[in-house]
């Protein structure tokens, strides 16, 4: 369960002091816990980290990515759910994809557990049989349709409930959504807009989810993009003298220049690259749609402080030196580089006990509690709580100590050479002298 805003240790509550025949125990302090604090955007940086960690495939995450938003698109119309459950869904399946590998699962089955997830946020209630009976009747003809409650869809039913558990915890049981069809229909009335540009503007928007624009954007930002691109595309001289206007209006919706291009370039990857994939795509010639994405490239350089993508931070460069070469573990090479530390040490170097001197804190499921927060300063204060029970300080101290001096001594030898009792004096090299 998610834990509460109120103000509570990080890891639980102290322990009571136990009453032993020894007497009153020493406190030992709060439980070991492990605290997950929900993100409702990620940058494009965090993104990439995210799938090089676990592991995924680039050409199996496009095709997994594009094709699991296209089956709850496909999934939300055949039971006729708004909108809004299809934006929430795509979201939750997003974050579900940055934390497992695509190898772990079926992408149906992690489409459908986001559904039926973003069902029950949006209070637009449905059943995993329902989903999965929707899906199934979708690629069949109307004589072999199923009805759910058929006994085909018990296993698979099943499969799904427990993944959802695994969609609530990659989200951090963030129940908080946001409609960014919503503020476009608000941008597209207040402004004026042909209803030809309004038409593919919300097209645009549903084609938008199948990228990860939603986990970098606010919804000004997606509406302004999804405007924009669609005045060029139907090269509408009106609205796009209406979208020039708008321009100055950033402030006024809490958006910006280098984030609406952002979100613009990356609807022109998912129409250049990926066309018959989208809903507007295969309306028009891909010609068109390199042409404006040939205009926004030389936006970016030739305007001072836009870039591709905003707020990426470079990472400091070393000398020849790469922190991701593996190398396979042999009996002669104990310590991996996998193994070493956050500060760069090797494992070899250290005390058995971390890197930075305190002790190794609790890992999730394992030896602690998981807890689920979504006030980042709640989660910071808890966490200052719970490493002053963890944290050793030391103290160094130089101590002069006067050493006497040892007398020198003089050298001890019992037998010295030529003298009596020596080799010398017992070997005589003549058979007359051995006789004497």
Same mark, same amino acid.
């Given at each position: %369960? ?219 930002? %997606? ?19 209406? %979208? ?193």
């Amino acid at each position: %369960m998610m834990a509460p805003a109120q103000s509570q240790p990080a890891s639980g509550q102290a322990n009571e002091p136990l009453n032993t025949s020894n007497g009153p125990a020493s406190l030992v302090g709060p439980t070991p816990s492990f605290i997950y604090v929900a993100k409702r955007f990620v940058f494009q940086q965090q993104i990439q980290t995210h799938m090089i960690a676990i592991g995924n495939n680039p050409t199996r995450e496009d095709n997994f990515r594009l094709h699991g938003v296209q089956w709850i698109n496909d999934v939300r119309k055949a039971l006729s759910l708004p909108v809004s459950t299809f934006t929430v869904a795509t979201i939750h399946y997003h974050k579900f994809r940055l934390t497992h590998k695509d190898t772990e699962y079926q992408f149906q089955d992690a489409s459908a557990a986001a559904l039926l997830t973003a069902c029950k946020i949006e209070d637009t209630l449905k059943k995993s049989k329902d989903i999965l009976c929707a899906a199934h009747n979708i690629k069949v003809p109307g004589a072999d349709h199923l009805s759910p409650d058929d006994i085909t869809f018990e296993g698979q039913s099943k499969a799904i409930i427990g993944l959802e558990r695994l969609v609530l915890e990659a989200s951090g049981f963030d129940f908080r959504s946001f409609h960014p069809h919503e503020t476009l229909v608000k941008l597209l009335k207040s402004s004026g807009f042909s209803t030809e540009v309004s038409t593919m503007a919300y097209d645009m928007m549903i084609d938008l989810h199948k990228t990860f624009a939603p986990l970098k954007q606010v919804t000004t930002t %997606m509406a302004f993009a999804c405007t924009e691109l669609a005045t060029l595309v139907t090269e509408s001289a009106d609205d796009q003298d209406i %979208m020039k206007s708008l321009i100055k209006d950033y402030e006024k919706w809490s958006t910006s220049r280098a984030e609406v291009v952002e979100t613009v370039l990356d609807l022109l990857d998912l129409y250049t690259h990926f066309q018959k994939t989208s809903e507007v795509g295969p309306k028009y010639n891909i010609e068109l749609f390199i042409q404006i994405r040939i205009k926004f490239n030389q936006e970016v350089e030739q305007t001072p402080g836009l870039s591709r993508y905003t707020h990426q931070v470079e990472h400091q460069k070393t000398n020849g030196f790469k922190t991701n070469v593996k190398t396979p573990k042999t009996p002669i090479t104990p310590a991996s580089p996998s193994d070493v530390r956050a500060n760069g040490a090797s494992p070899a170097t250290l005390s058995p006990r971390s890197s930075d001197s305190r002790r190794p804190g609790p890992r999730p499921g394992q030896d602690g509690t998981a807890r689920f927060m979504l006030d980042p300063d709640q989660a910071r204060k808890e966490r200052a709580v719970v490493n002053e029970y963890h944290r050793i300080e030391y103290e160094e101290y130089e101590v002069e100590v006067e050493e006497p001096i040892q007398p020198e001594r003089a050298p001890q030898n019992h037998h010295r050479p030529g003298g009596p009792g020596s080799r010398e004096d017992r070997y005589h090299p003549s058979k007359r002298g051995r006789r004497l």
